[in-house]
Nanobody, 125 residues
Framework: QVQLVESGGGLVQPGGSLRLSCAAS????????IGWFRQAPGKEREGVAC????????YYADSVKGRFTSSRDNAKNTVYLQMNYLKPEDTAVYFC??????????????????WGQGTQVTVSS
């Protein structure tokens, strides 16, 4: 059974950092691209990062580029999202998602076939 479990969210002050983890089970994470999404109240789900399966290349939305970094530890079947210089507008529920194939990357929710339950990130003073 495919399962993704996010952890690491919480409350942080503006300018602070958090590291989210996405632990995968039921499949070999190394064979698929993994996306990170977020959804704030009243807003659509937004893709913020994607890490490919082939060479670990990473892609970021303009809103987080230079502040967020995604990485993967295939031995632990886990993907991470390091978030630095957090802003109040980063406040959202963050999800990781399993891509539908072994190739490429995507920011579109329809290109992902399984989702974690989400973890809340709140940036506030």
């Amino acid at each position: 059974q495919v399962q993704l479990v996010e952890s690491g969210g919480g409350l942080v002050q503006p300018g602070g950092s958090l590291r989210l983890s996405c632990a995968a089970s039921g499949f070999t994470l190394a064979y698929y691209y993994i996306g990170w999404f977020r959804q704030a109240p009243g807003k659509e789900r937004e893709g913020v990062a994607c890490i490919s399966s082939s060479d670990g290349s990473t892609y970021y939305a303009d809103s987080v580029k230079g502040r967020f970094t995604s990485s993967r530890d295939n031995a632990k079947n886990t993907v991470y999202l390091q978030m630095n210089y957090l802003k109040p507008e980063d406040t959202a529920v963050y999800f990781c998602a399993l891509g539908r194939s072994s190739f490429g990357c995507s920011y579109y929710p329809a290109d992902f076939r399984s989702w974690g339950q989400g973890t809340q990130v709140t940036v506030s003073s």
